[in-house]
């Protein structure tokens, strides 16, 4: 874009100038107001436009900033993994550590466009992009086109308090889940004879307490995989579940 506004500059500066040839001070006074002219138009063409101001946040909401995607046709029909059948026209996203169900205010910084969306799948899994959205959400956000855009998360609402956007997650490894917690003190004792760090956690439902028998804490899903794979092998039903 640089010698198409240099140029027409340089026309402007040629017909003006045509016109004030003359003589001594008048063609001095003329030029000087000319050179300014000059160098006002071609500032004003290469100022960039401002940056979209976003809104002050409220004290204490967790926030995020980073590069988000979108994903469409290819995953639409699939599970996610919230269990939910993922829909390209609803309002949701893919995050990578947000707990799911959790709701967020998606920004585009770039033309101040908000959105809505719940989160119910994991992902992107493209190095330095925080959130994938639906189609539809991308859609809200008018970044359908270019792909990504840069863009701020803010927290709404969250089915476990959070304080922060954490970076990865933990995973831990579940070997059965009973009513009765005789029962999982058995299946407990019994996958101990083999493996570490087994134990109990009672999980409150709505209408009872249940009791999961869990091994473990990895910090890497591929970790948590290997484990799963050799509790396979020894005749356990594994589960990996976020922690």
């Known amino acids: 874009m640089r010698f198409p506004i240099y140029s027409l500059a340089m026309t402007y500066r040629a017909a003006l100038t045509s016109r004030l040839i003359g003589s001594g001070p008048k063609f001095r006074r003329a030029r000087a107001l000319n050179l300014l002219l000059l160098f006002a138009f071609v500032l004003g063409c290469s100022i960039p436009p401002g ?10 909401r967790v926030s995020q ?11 639409h029909g699939k599970a996610t993994a ?65 792909g990504t855009a840069l863009v701020r998360i803010d927290v709404l609402d969250s089915p476990i308090p959070i304080q922060t956007v954490r970076a990865s997650l933990d995973y ?23 493996f570490s760090d087994v134990t109990i956690a009672p999980l409150q439902s709505k209408d009872t307490t249940y009791y999961r ?31």
């Open 51 to 60: 940056k979209v101001r976003l809104p002050t946040l409220p004290e204490g």
């Open 172 to 194: 831990t490894l579940q070997v059965g889940s009973f009513s009765q917690l005789e029962n999982a003190r058995q299946l407990r004792d019994r996958v101990a004879k083999s």
């Open 213 to 243: 028998v869990s091994l473990g804490t990895f910090s890497s899903r591929s970790d948590a995989e290997e484990r799963a794979r050799q509790l396979t092998e020894a005749g356990y039903s594994v589960i990996i579940m976020e922690k």
């Open 65 to 75: 900033i980073g590069i988000a995607s979108w994903y469409g046709p290819g995953f």
């Open 82 to 146: 919230s269990g939910d059948v993922y829909d390209q026209n609803e309002l949701t996203a893919a995050h990578q550590t947000l707990p799911l169900g959790t709701r967020v205010m998606v920004t585009n910084t770039e033309n101040g466009s908000t959105t809505e969306v719940t989160i119910t799948d994991r992902g992107p899994f493209a190095k330095g992009r925080i959130i994938d959205l639906s189609f539809a959400a991308a859609q809200a956000l008018n970044m359908i086109g270019p």
